[in-house]
C-alpha cells in the first residue's frame, strides 16, 4: 500500500514538473514564433519599399514627360503649323500671279530683265522662309510691271497712214483709226457676209481634254479647213502659266467644233457665260450659255466673256476683272444683220473695245482672248499675232 502511494507519488512529481516548464516552451515556442513571421515581416517591407521607390521613380518620369508636354503646347505649335502652311500658300499664290503678270509684260516687251531679277530675289527669299519680305518684294515687283505696261500703252503710236472711218468694210479687212467717246483707236477688223460664208471653230483635240491637250497655230487651223480669215479663241489655260498646271492648254467654256461634238457639256448646263450660236446666214448672241442647248443643226457655238454688244447697246461696263482693265491688243467677234465681223482693237481696255465696236455700228459682240494668244489671220498672212498656240481657232469658209 505504501509502495503504490508511493508510485502515485511519484507520478504526480512529474507531472507537476512537466507544468513548471510548461510557461517556458510555450514561450519558447511562441518566441520562435514571431521571430519567424518578423523576418517574413521585415522581408515583405523590404519590397514594398523597393515597389514604392520604383513607383516613385515612374510618378517622376511620367510628371517630367507630362511638365515637357504641357511646356510644349501643342496648340501653340499646331497654331504654329498652320500660320507657316498659310504663308506658304499665300506667298506661294502671290508669286504665281505676279510671275503670270511677268509673263504678260513679256509679250508687250523685251526689256524685263529688271523685272526678272526682282522675281529671282522673291524666290530667294522664300526659300529663305522670309514670308514678309517676299510678299513686300512681290507687290513691289507687281507695281513695277503695272507701271511698265501703263508705259507701253501711253507711248503707243498707231501704223503710219491709217485712214480714220467709224465705218467697218462692207466685205474684205481694214486697218483704220475709229474714234469713239472714250478716245481713238486702231482696229483690224475682217468683215463677211453670213450668205455666203459659214463660221466654224477647229480643234486641236477631237473631244474633251483635261490637261496637255494638242494646240496649233491659228495659222495652221486655217490652211488645213482653206478658210479665207481666222481669229484666235477664247480664253484658256496655257502651259506656260503656273497656274495652269495639271489642266494645260484646257479651256472650260461650251463649244461646238466643226464636226458637231460639244465641249464642256457637261459642266456648263447652268452656265452664265455668254455665247454666240453660228447658223446658216444668222448669227445668234445670248447672255448666257444655260440658254443654248446641245442642237447639232447650227455651224458653231462659242462661249466666252463678257458680252461687249447686245442689240446695238453697250451691256460690258467693268467687272473688276485684273486681266480685263489693263490696256491690251484684244480680240473680238460681232455681227449685225447676216454680216460676221472678226478683229483686234489695239492698246485698249475690254470696257474701251465695248464703246469702240458700238461705234463702229457693230450691234453684238463677243469677247475674245487677248495679249500672247492674239491672232488675226486674213488670205493666208497674219494681221496681228501668230500669237501662241492654242487649242481652238475661229475660221471663216466659203459656202
Known sequence: MIKSFLNTLKKRSKLFH??????????????????????NLK???????????????????????????????????????????????????????TYEQLLSLKEMSAKTSKFDELFTETLTLLSKKNYASAESKLAELS???SDKKNEIAAAYQPPANISS????????????????????????????????TKVIVDTASGSDCGNDCPVMSLGEYAQRNGAFAAVNGPY????????????????????MNKDKTYFNS???????????????????????????????GVDAVIANQPLLLLNGEVVYGNDGEAKRLGKGTRAFIGASGNTVYIGVVHNVTT????????????????????????????NGRYLAGPGRNTPFGILLVRK
Open 18 to 39: 512537466f507544468f513548471r516548464i510548461l510557461p517556458i516552451i510555450i514561450l519558447l515556442v511562441l518566441a520562435g514564433y514571431f521571430a519567424f513571421e518578423s523576418t
Open 43 to 97: 522581408t515583405s517591407l523590404l519590397a514594398l519599399g523597393s515597389a514604392k521607390s520604383k513607383l516613385n521613380q515612374q510618378l517622376s518620369q511620367t510628371k517630367a514627360e507630362l511638365t515637357d508636354f504641357k511646356n510644349q503646347d501643342q496648340v501653340k505649335i499646331n497654331k504654329k503649323n498652320t500660320e507657316e502652311i498659310n504663308n506658304i500658300q499665300n506667298t506661294y499664290s502671290k508669286a504665281v500671279k
Open 143 to 145: 507695281k513695277s510691271i
Open 165 to 196: 472711218s467709224n465705218t467697218p468694210p462692207s466685205s474684205g479687212s481694214s486697218t483704220q483709226q475709229v474714234n469713239s467717246d472714250v478716245g481713238t483707236f486702231t482696229v483690224s477688223i475682217i468683215s463677211a457676209d453670213l450668205n455666203s
Open 236 to 255: 484658256f489655260c496655257p502651259a506656260a502659266y503656273p497656274s495652269c498646271a495639271g489642266k494645260t492648254n484646257t479651256f472650260d467654256t461650251l463649244l
Open 266 to 296: 457637261g459642266n456648263n448646263v447652268y452656265s452664265t457665260v455668254p455665247a454666240v450660236i453660228f447658223s446658216g446666214n444668222f448669227a445668234r448672241f445670248v447672255g448666257q450659255s444655260l440658254e443654248w442647248g446641245r442642237d447639232t
Open 351 to 378: 470696257s474701251e473695245m465695248a464703246h469702240v465696236l458700238k461705234s463702229l455700228g457693230i450691234q453684238n459682240a463677243l469677247n475674245l482672248d487677248s495679249g500672247g494668244s492674239i491672232a488675226l489671220w486674213n
